[in-house]
């Protein structure tokens, strides 16, 4: 396997910060790109944040690039689904690839198409919304020991696709005042659409 795949030596740092306030059954896997040159590691909290809910968070994203308005903001990216969808952490892992290998952007507000979709076909929401994490306290802006830059985590919100087209018209803000108005479960693959 090429040098590469290798992982940041500050994984372990986010690794257990991420365990320390995800709770759960934790546990980090790495997941490789098909050719094996590029690899991402996730973090896995099995019963968190509730016993029928799982958490998965990526710890090595941080060391790459991720510009937004001319600043690097070094991001991880995560989502909580239904305990049976454990292909969340595939999830997870592809939308690091997509910044890791083609520069996509990570930002509030910014979609990436057919995430859900390419592991969940029967989904009514196939779409990932990054947003400033909600479910968990202290995962905002982090500062962590060892590690040049602060970290700002995502959430991942699976989106439906007239979900997508509100929020082309009205906006971030106008899409997640509707989301929590209808109490969209951010948790489930399958949920009814808001819009």
């Not at 520069?103 to 198409?113: K, Q, S």
Request: charged share 20%; glycine share 6%; net charge negative.
């Amino acid at each position: 396997m090429a040098d590469r795949a290798a992982l940041p030596e500050t994984r372990p740092v986010v690794s257990r910060f991420l365990k320390s306030r995800l709770g759960g059954g934790c546990s980090t896997r790495a997941y490789y790109d098909e050719p094996e040159e590029h690899a991402v590691a996730v973090v896995e909290a099995v019963g968190s944040p509730g016993p029928l809910l799982s958490t998965f968070s990526t710890a090595s994203l941080h060391a790459v690039v991720n510009r937004l308005d001319g600043a690097d903001l070094r991001v991880e990216l995560m989502v909580t689904v239904r305990r049976e969808h454990a292909v969340a952490a595939n999830m997870v892992a592809t939308s690091a690839f997509n910044v890791l290998k083609s520069g996509w952007l990570a930002a509030p507000g910014v979609v990436f198409p057919d995430v859900v979709r390419e592991y969940v076909p029967s989904t009514t929401t196939p779409h990932l919304m990054w947003a400033e994490p909600f479910a968990f306290s202290g995962l905002g802006t982090v500062t962590l020991e060892g590690i040049a830059q602060d970290i700002h985590w995502l959430q991942g919100v699976p989106l439906s696709d007239r979900e997508v087209d509100f929020l082309r018209v009205e906006g971030y803000d106008c899409l997640s005042a509707r989301l929590e108005a209808e109490d969209a479960q951010y948790f489930d693959l399958t949920r009814s659409s808001t819009v």
